[in-house]
């Protein structure tokens, strides 16, 4: 009873700002072309070919708006890989994928499957090495298909010169422990490449090697600690947010407002920043 009552309020408000949230826009599209059925066959007939993007990450809900507007999957052209399907946790649905992957694999269907696996950036090396690590985690049991012959990553230049290593943290060690051990291997192994010459003879400089963080956080910390106690120097770039920044934001605000003179948001926005507003 609480939930359905701050609900009411929820929508109450954004009728009150003039405005609906990301799951309106999609539920109230699927309503309106269910609604009007003149509407229906405009928007099926509008388009010549429908294409989806990230199909993995499609939710039922978007997927009617897709059947609705392609004439049920005629003219459809949806591109995704299950690999790499994240956002079960907004409700996407990759069952979805796979049935239509299944269905769209079966003989004389009017449809039909094209691979994309020939690879055009990594060397061999690596991707032989994320060849090995989905042999053993991509089957049908953990994602819903198995990893085919015909789905194997394949080098288009078929040259050689990565070297692709792996270690694996015993997942029992305390979450605090693992960034250490991990942060201690990564120094480890840089003071391990400045040991060695490059192809042409030369030696490696600290300014040949860069380290991707997943994210960041505590562990930036740790590795910097890491790094200064086998005395790595080390430099760090952070990517700004541009649409995070207060002129952006306020810029943003007014927009809104000009278009919509009931956001209560925007318009606070504005007036808690009006002292940055050029005169």
Same mark, same amino acid.
């Not at 392609?70 to 979805?96: L, W």
């Not at 990553?153 to 694996?168: E, P, R």
């Not at 003179?261 to 002292?275: F, L, P």
């Given at each position: 009873? @609480?939930?359905?009552? =701050?609900?009411?309020?929820?929508? %109450?408000?954004? %009728?009150? *700002? !003039?405005?609906?949230?990301? $799951? $309106?826009?999609? *539920?109230?599209?699927? #309503? +309106?072309?269910?609604?009007?059925?003149?509407?229906?066959?405009?928007?099926? *007939?509008?388009?010549?070919? =429908?294409?989806?993007?990230?199909?993995?990450?499609? !939710?039922?809900?978007?997927?009617? +708006?897709?059947?609705? =507007?392609? #004439?049920? /999957?005629?003219? +459809?052209?949806?591109v995704g890989d299950v690999k790499q399907s994240i956002y079960a946790f907004r409700q996407s649905s990759p069952e979805i994928f796979i049935n239509k992957y299944n269905q769209f694999s079966t003989p004389n269907m009017d449809s039909k499957v094209i691979k994309f696996n020939m690879n055009y950036r990594s060397d061999k090396n690596i991707l032989e090495f994320c060849n090995s690590v989905f042999d053993n985690i991509v089957t049908r049991s953990t994602i819903g298909i198995d990893y085919k012959a015909d789905a194997r990553f394949k080098s288009k230049n078929n040259f050689l010169q990565s070297n692709v290593s792996i270690n694996i943290i015993d997942e029992k060690v305390a979450a605090a422990e693992k960034e250490i051990l991990e942060a201690n291997l990564v120094a480890e192994e840089i003071r391990r490449i400045m040991s060695? @010459?490059?192809?042409?003879?030369?030696?490696?400089?600290?300014?040949?090697i860069a380290i991707v963080l997943r994210e960041r956080g505590s562990f930036l910390k740790v590795l910097c600690d890491a790094l200064a106690s086998l005395q790595i120097p080390v430099k760090t770039t952070? %990517?700004?947010?541009?649409?995070?920044?207060?002129?952006?934001?306020?810029?943003?605000? +007014?927009? #809104? =407002?000009?278009? !919509?003179?009931?956001? $209560?948001?925007?318009? /606070?926005?504005?007036?808690?920043? #009006?002292?940055?507003?050029?005169k």
């Amino acid at each position: 009873e @609480k939930i359905s009552n =701050v609900y009411k309020l929820y929508q %109450k408000r954004l %009728k009150d *700002n !003039n405005a609906i949230d990301f $799951d $309106d826009i999609i *539920n109230f599209t699927i #309503k +309106i072309l269910l609604d009007n059925p003149d509407l229906l066959e405009y928007y099926a *007939n509008k388009f010549e070919y =429908v294409l989806v993007d990230e199909y993995q990450d499609t !939710n039922e809900t978007q997927d009617l +708006i897709f059947k609705a =507007v392609s #004439k049920n /999957t005629e003219n +459809i052209f949806m591109v995704g890989d299950v690999k790499q399907s994240i956002y079960a946790f907004r409700q996407s649905s990759p069952e979805i994928f796979i049935n239509k992957y299944n269905q769209f694999s079966t003989p004389n269907m009017d449809s039909k499957v094209i691979k994309f696996n020939m690879n055009y950036r990594s060397d061999k090396n690596i991707l032989e090495f994320c060849n090995s690590v989905f042999d053993n985690i991509v089957t049908r049991s953990t994602i819903g298909i198995d990893y085919k012959a015909d789905a194997r990553f394949k080098s288009k230049n078929n040259f050689l010169q990565s070297n692709v290593s792996i270690n694996i943290i015993d997942e029992k060690v305390a979450a605090a422990e693992k960034e250490i051990l991990e942060a201690n291997l990564v120094a480890e192994e840089i003071r391990r490449i400045m040991s060695l @010459k490059k192809s042409d003879g030369n030696n490696y400089d600290f300014g040949d090697i860069a380290i991707v963080l997943r994210e960041r956080g505590s562990f930036l910390k740790v590795l910097c600690d890491a790094l200064a106690s086998l005395q790595i120097p080390v430099k760090t770039t952070v %990517k700004t947010n541009f649409f995070g920044s207060n002129e952006v934001q306020l810029l943003i605000s +007014i927009l #809104k =407002v000009i278009s !919509n003179y009931q956001d $209560d948001i925007a318009i /606070t926005t504005i007036s808690t920043t #009006k002292s940055h507003i050029p005169k």
